[in-house]
């Protein structure tokens, strides 16, 4: 499908993110890699609109885009 929401709703309750810096915050250039059910991994970059809603659920339960280059700015 080409629907860019198809992922973005939690369907899992694990979850796992995995920090191999020595301070254990996470890393400035990480990228999140997200292996769906019978597909190979893919990877999304931290600045994807699709990001937000999979790092902060609690902030966007429907799973809508957190952000994106076509926003309009409002004063």
Known sequence: TTDPQRYNAPCSNEIAAIFTN????PP????????????????????????DPMIYPILF???????SNDI????
């Open 72 to 75: 309009k700015y409002t004063d």
């Open 22 to 25: 020595p301070s254990a915050n």
């Open 28 to 51: 400035f250039d990480r990228s999140i890699a997200v292996y769906p059910k019978e597909e190979s991994m893919q990877e999304i970059s931290i600045i994807s609109s699709c990001c």
């Open 61 to 67: 339960p429907s799973g809508e885009d957190g952000w």
